[in-house]
């Protein structure tokens, strides 16, 4: 039997239509695969190096334009489908970069991510909202100052409360200023360069403090870094000669007895870039000279210490914050003789940008927890991050952490537990550097009211508009019982928020909230 034309002329298409069906079912069943095999070569060569990172912390544009092309550098992948990929910083003594990873396998990573990842960075979910009214807890004071050019980029600030003084270092001209109760500057040294942190010296004659000078400001593996000591006679002297130079950018120098002779050392945190560590310095009898380095953690972004005998064995063990790559808290226990054991509490994914943390029994049980804030959004990813903010990690015993509390704050970088109202618990108050400036710049500076245990409430202080803070300090600078606080003020905008900054360099260069509580309770 002969088929109509019509029939006939149809068939074909029927054919033609299967076979395109098929062969799309075929390229879906393709890209399934290869995503799937994307996610298992992203945990293999993602979390060697560091917490892996899952697709939802980035959006789809900020993964394929920012983080996968520095991914990929990093594993030897120069080129992909035509874009080529900047090379990584070199450091002081580069070595070859070396191709760690097969084209294939790379095209299946970024199939995975840029398949899996979100649209749009995924938005803020905050339990309660920010109280618009502003607390009345604090008065803001404003130092003695004049209007200049270069405007200030306050890169330290501190309260002594041994001589009721505030300590500040400006960026621009790498000068450390002492300024009274008043505040009157009332002292200055030029620096090696850019300080970073002061370890203050006892009131006591003979007594030294330390200046860790960062070397550059920007990232960077020049060896530039330094510390300076700062010596307590009739007056505050800083020594000419540089206890230590050539160091990886370093952000906080300790002094303690961390090897048991009787002497004093310094830890010192090397933030570097591609490269840092933790160390320790052995120093002379004198405390002016290192005389050896001992490696604690060989690896970039240490950014906060804390030297505490955690296991009250009657040695000083370390807590550090690592805030590079492969971001966490790590615990290194003193075993004696200048050894640590280290071991890591805490691991995060590098997008979260570690900014700091402190050690702080919260909620009254007789261990230390953990306050720590994410927030540093200058790198790869300047997205806002839902996950940026303040978190509480309770202490479980035996260097044991579990997650009691998280807060989302936008670039949030540090927080200070205090009673600033005197009702017997810790409050909480964060700055931010990275604020959301577009729709929510209450975030640069926050107060939270602690309820009871792991609860508080949030609130907005009129300060926040005031400065770019991007350090604080708190403690009773007049002496009057109370917590105050002293902000600094980098004044420079951020980059994902250019031309806020004309405001900013009009401003000083640190303010000090006097708190108010101690007064309000003494009226009648």
């Not at 604090?138 to 409360?161: G, K, N």
């Not at 030294?208 to 000591?229: E, H, K, N």
């Not at 003193?334 to 691991?347: C, D, I, S, T, Y």
């Not at 980059?495 to 640190?510: D, E, I, K, S």
Request: charged fraction near 20%; include cysteine; charge should be negative.
């Amino acid at each position: 039997m002969q088929l109509p034309d019509r029939t006939r002329l149809f068939t074909p298409y029927c054919y033609l239509l299967l076979l395109l069906a098929a062969a799309a079912c075929n390229e879906d069943l393709a890209r399934i695969n290869r995503v799937k095999e994307g996610s298992l070569l992203a945990r293999r060569y993602c979390a060697s190096c560091h917490a892996f990172p899952g697709p939802a912390l980035l959006d789809k544009t900020t993964w394929e334009e920012d983080v996968l092309p520095v991914m990929g550098a990093r594993l030897g992948i120069k080129n992909y489908h035509g874009s080529y990929y900047r090379a990584p910083v070199l450091a002081d003594t580069p070595g070859a970069v070396a191709n760690l990873i097969a084209p294939g396998d790379w095209d299946r990573i970024v199939a995975y991510y840029t398949t899996v990842a979100p649209w749009r960075p995924l938005p803020q979910r905050r339990s309660q909202p920010v109280s618009s009214q502003a607390m009345a807890l604090f008065t803001i004071r404003e130092p003695a100052w004049q209007r200049q050019a270069p405007a200030p980029l306050t890169s330290f600030v501190c309260i002594d409360t041994l001589r009721r003084d505030i300590w500040m270092a400006n960026a621009q001209d790498s000068f450390l200023y002492r300024y009274n109760s008043r505040l009157q500057p009332v002292q200055r040294w030029r620096t090696a360069s850019v300080v970073a942190d002061v370890a203050l010296p006892a009131a006591a004659s003979g007594s030294r403090g330390y200046i860790t000078c960062l070397g550059t400001l920007y990232p960077s593996d020049a060896l530039r870094g330094s510390i300076q000591v700062l010596e307590q006679q009739d007056t505050l002297e800083l020594l000419p000669e540089l206890l230590r130079d050539r160091l990886p950018r370093p952000v906080q120098s300790l002094p303690a007895d961390l090897n048991g002779d009787g002497r004093t050392d310094l830890l010192v945190c090397g933030f570097g870039f591609n490269r840092g560590y933790l160390a320790w310095l052995e120093l002379d009898t004198a405390g002016r000279k290192a005389i050896q380095e001992h490696l604690l953690l060989p690896q970039p972004g240490a950014i906060k210490a804390f030297i505490h005998d955690s296991n009250e064995d009657g040695r000083p063990d370390i807590w550090v914050l690592m805030g590079q790559g492969d971001e966490g808290i790590w615990y290194l226990e003193n075993a004696g003789e200048g050894r640590f054991n280290p071991r890591r509490v805490l691991q995060f994914p590098p997008a979260y940008g570690s900014s700091s943390f402190a050690l702080q029994d919260v909620d009254h049980d007789g261990r230390e927890d953990i306050i720590y804030t994410c927030g540093d959004n200058a790198d790869d990813s300047r997205v806002l991050k839902a996950y940026h903010g303040v978190y509480i990690y309770r202490n479980l015993g035996n260097q044991r952490f579990e997650q009691a509390y998280f807060y989302p704050v936008n670039g949030c970088y540090k927080a200070i537990a205090r009673d600033f109202d005197l009702d017997g618990d810790e409050d909480l108050l964060t700055i931010s550097f990275f604020a959301d400036y577009g729709n929510q710049p209450q975030e640069a500076l926050l107060y939270f009211m602690n309820q009871g245990g792991f609860n508080f409430t949030v609130h907005t202080l009129p300060a926040a508009k005031l400065g770019h803070w991007i350090c604080m300090d708190a403690a009773d600078l007049d002496g009057d019982g109370d917590t105050d606080v002293v902000l600094g003020n980098f004044s420079q905008a951020p980059v994902n928020f250019p031309g806020l900054g004309t405001h900013w360099r009009n401003a000083p260069p640190f303010i000090v909230l006097e708190n108010n509580t101690h007064r309000f309770r003494k009226k009648p």
